[in-house]
Structure formats: structure tokens, C-alpha cells
């Protein structure tokens, strides 16, 4: 399973902060995704949130209290700081930044930070004047330089009323930080990767464009699959919904013609290119400068033909793999070998779009993926993040 979290140990601090709810539904979201959660809170952040909440939530006895003895009679801040495979501080108060960095251990938050080896997150949260305090960014840049990884607040409306920098980090970008931080299969390392995806979007007037349904969802599952798996990922794509995957570099377009020429100054330096795009055949040939009115006589758009991108990718080809997707109504297999053939590539995954399970709007992708060499692989019905990670794992087997 190509889940970073799955079975890993996750350590959770918590300190005193009104953010301390938002730990809860951390941790709620952790053991969703297959983890196991233990929690360690400061006395202050008992008073923010009852240990009973952490407790149900992670189906594990909460430690706040550095004389609680496990069964084992271990001492607690060394047999935690042993379990966790990662430790994440949310929300780390500016109390416990200080003390982290400079290694002050008076509780037991703040003895596990000091004890453990694990990799260690930290979330700050607090009062925008306290945050900006030249002694907290000193604290936060020393903790940076020893190693520990800081997820920087949001800026917003803060408990006390004031607004400015100092609320938590969301919760999902706390995720992907940790995510990030807990895969391991790093295949790609040292791998330049470049992603094109979601539509391109053709001008008819300042006001209307020819588009497709892409939603973008599949490239940016595989930008996503690439950079977890340790490659530089440069993503090109048209206008879509989703958030950018984390670690990834992003170059937004259009228009056909912004995405060809995009992609192809990117191509040179690059190791693979998935070519996930929907990319608009025709642009309109004249664009009105002005917003069309509307008339009682029917109206003609003549469409002239966009480049095709992959088809010059393929006729340029020296050492890059390439796998382009090839969407397809009917004749799904026929008609995916002619564009194997016909664009020189390496791979084509043929999928068909006619259905809305596995469609472009789907959250799910079923397919085949044809191999120069003949070969043939069929992925099943999955999540695309899954399935971007099974396309990855055969393209792998050819380098
Ligand atoms: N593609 C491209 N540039 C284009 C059209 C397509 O780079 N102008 C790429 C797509 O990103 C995809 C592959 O070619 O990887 C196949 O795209 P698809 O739209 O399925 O096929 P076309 O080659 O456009 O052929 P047709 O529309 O006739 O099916």
C-alpha cells in the first residue's frame, strides 16, 4: 500500500495554546490514515483541552505528568521519545520553542523533545507580537539549523482578537509536512520529473474559452507521487480547482501554445515526462478583442490547430522517458497504440473517459499502461493518488 502513514508511529505534543483543539482532530485524522497515535501534553495544555478527548480519539493512555511510570516501568520520556518514528509539536507555544532550543527539559514535553532521535515537527502558534519577537525567530532559526522542522503559523484573526501571523498551520499542511517527512521509498531521488496537467483554456473573446472537463486531478497525483519519492518536480499546468502538491515546482498556464512553450523549456533537463495534460487541439483563429454581442444570425468560430506537444517531446526525444495518456471514448486499446506508436513514447496509459467512476471529474482511475516493448499492464479501479503511484512503480522497472 502506498500510504506513508500507514503503521508509523506518530508522537503528538501538545502545549498550552487555544490551538490545542485543533490537535485533536489531528490525531483523529492520523489514526483515519492508519497510524498510531500516542499524545504528550504540557499541564497548561490540560487546561485547553482534556486528555480524555486525546485519549479516545487515539485509543492510547495520554502522558502529561513526567512521574507516570508505562507497565513496563520504563521511564516514560525515554520510552516515548524510543516509539515514535516522528514527533510533531502542535501548537508549540513560545515557552516551548525556547525551551527546545536551548535544550531545557523540565516537563515531559520537553524531556522527549530533548530524548528522542526522531525527526521532530514543530507547529508554532501564538500572539503575532510574541511571534515576530526577535528571541522567538532567534529560537525558531537556531531549532531550524539543529535539524527540527518548523511549519510556519498562517496569518488570520488570533484568539486574542488581534490579526497577523500566529495562527496554527492548517491541519492538512501539517499532514502533507508529515507525510513528507514519513515516506521512504525514495526511487526518484536524484530524478528531474516534469508533469503537465489539468486543461488548457482557448480565448474566444476577453469574456469566453474553449475548454475540456479536466479536472487536473490525475497530474497532480502524479506530481505528488514523484516528489514524495524524492524528485524535483516541475508541474505545468492549465487552470484547475486543486491545491499545488507540496515540494512541487509549479509554472501555470493557459493556453496550448503557454503550455507548449513552457514545457518544451523545461524538457532538455528532464529525466521523465508525464504528459497528463488535456490539452485543447484548436484555438479559435481570430480572438475578438472586444465581448461578442449577441445577434439574431448564427455565429461561426473558425478553430485553426493548437501544437501538439507530446508529439514534439516524442520527435526530440535523446535520453527522457516519456508516458503520455491517452483518453479515449471507444477503441480505447487501438486507438492508445497508434499514439504510442505515432508520438515516440515509452509508455501510454489508455483510460476511458466515457464512464464517470474513473472519468476526468472521478477521484478514481482504472487503465492500461502499454510499454514500447509490447508490454502491458492493467491497474484496477483505485484512488488516483494510489494509482499515480502504480504508474510510477512500472515506469521505475524500465530505468
Ligand atoms: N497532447 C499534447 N498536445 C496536444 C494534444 C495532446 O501534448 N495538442 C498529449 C496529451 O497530453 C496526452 C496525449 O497527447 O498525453 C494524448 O492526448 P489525447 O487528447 O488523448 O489525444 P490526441 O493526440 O489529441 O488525439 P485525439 O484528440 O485525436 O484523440
Known amino acids: 500500500m502506498n500510504n506513508a502513514f500507514a503503521g508509523k508511529n506518530i508522537l503528538i505534543g501538545i502545549s498550552g495554546g487555544i490551538a490545542a483543539y485543533k490537535?485533536?482532530?489531528?490525531?483523529?485524522?492520523?489514526?483515519?490514515?492508519?497510524?498510531?497515535v500516542k499524545v504528550v501534553m504540557t499541564k497548561n495544555a490540560t487546561k485547553f483541552i482534556h486528555p480524555l478527548t486525546l485519549e479516545s480519539l487515539s485509543g492510547n493512555q495520554v502522558y502529561h505528568d513526567t512521574f507516570q511510570t508505562t507497565e513496563r516501568y520504563d521511564i516514560e520520556h525515554i520510552a516515548l521519545a524510543k516509539w515514535a518514528d516522528i514527533f510533531v509539536i502542535v501548537p508549540a507555544t513560545a515557552n516551548v520553542i525556547g525551551k527546545a532550543a536551548c535544550g531545557i527539559a523540565d516537563d515531559l514535553l520537553s524531556t522527549t523533545i530533548l530524548a528522542t532521535e526522531a525527526k521532530t515537527i514543530i507547529a508554532p502558534a501564538m500572539n503575532t507580537v510574541m511571534y515576530q519577537k526577535k528571541v522567538v525567530q532567534d529560537n525558531l532559526s537556531k531549532l531550524e539549523d539543529l535539524g527540527y522542522i518548523i511549519i510556519p503559523p498562517g496569518k488570520g484573526r488570533l484568539a486574542c482578537g488581534d490579526w497577523g501571523e500566529g495562527k496554527l498551520a492548517d491541519v492538512d499542511d501539517i499532514i502533507k509536512i508529515l507525510e513528507a517527512n514519513l515516506w521512504q521509498k525514495k526511487d526518484l531521488q536524484g530524478k528531474r520529473v516534469l508533469v503537465t496537467a489539468g486543461p488548457t483554456i482557448e480565448p474566444i473573446d476577453p469574456v469566453r474559452f474553449i475548454s475540456n472537463r479536466s479536472s487536473g486531478k490525475m497530474g497532480y497525483a502524479i506530481a505528488k507521487a514523484c516528489a514524495?519519492?524524492?524528485?524535483?518536480?516541475?508541474?505545468?499546468?492549465?487552470?484547475?480547482?486543486?491545491?499545488?502538491?507540496?515540494?512541487?515546482?509549479?509554472?501555470?498556464v493557459e493556453s496550448a501554445k503557454e503550455m507548449y512553450d513552457t514545457t518544451i523549456k523545461l524538457y532538455e533537463n528532464v529525466d521523465i515526462v508525464f504528459k497528463t495534460a488535456a490539452v485543447s487541439d484548436y484555438r479559435v483563429q481570430e480572438v475578438a478583442t472586444n465581448k461578442i454581442k449577441k445577434g439574431s444570425e448564427p455565429i461561426t468560430l473558425k478553430l485553426e490547430r493548437n501544437p501538439d506537444i507530446l508529439l514534439e517531446l516524442g520527435r526530440t526525444k535523446k535520453h527522457q522517458i516519456l508516458v503520455g495518456f491517452a483518453a479515449e471514448t471507444q477503441e480505447l486499446e487501438q486507438y492508445a497504440l497508434k499514439k504510442l506508436k505515432d508520438k515516440n513514447l515509452d509508455f501510454i496509459l489508455a483510460n476511458d473517459v466515457s464512464t464517470k467512476i474513473s472519468g476526468f471529474q472521478s477521484d478514481f482511475n482504472q487503465g492500461t499502461l502499454f510499454c514500447e516493448n509490447g508490454e502491458a499492464v492493467t491497474i484496477?479501479?483505485?484512488?488516483?493518488?494510489?494509482?499515480?503511484?502504480?504508474?510510477?512503480?512500472?515506469?521505475?522497472?524500465?530505468?
Do not use: Q, Y
Not at 484496477?380 to 512503480?393: G, T
Open 23 to 36: 490537535a485533536a482532530d489531528l490525531t483523529s485524522r492520523l489514526i483515519k490514515l492508519g497510524s498510531n
Open 228 to 252: 514524495l519519492r524524492g524528485a524535483v518536480v516541475d508541474l505545468v499546468t492549465g487552470p484547475t480547482h486543486l491545491e499545488p502538491p507540496t515540494g512541487v515546482n509549479i509554472h501555470s
Open 380 to 399: 484496477p479501479l483505485m484512488d488516483k493518488e494510489e494509482f499515480a503511484h502504480r504508474i510510477v512503480d512500472e515506469v521505475i522497472k524500465h530505468i
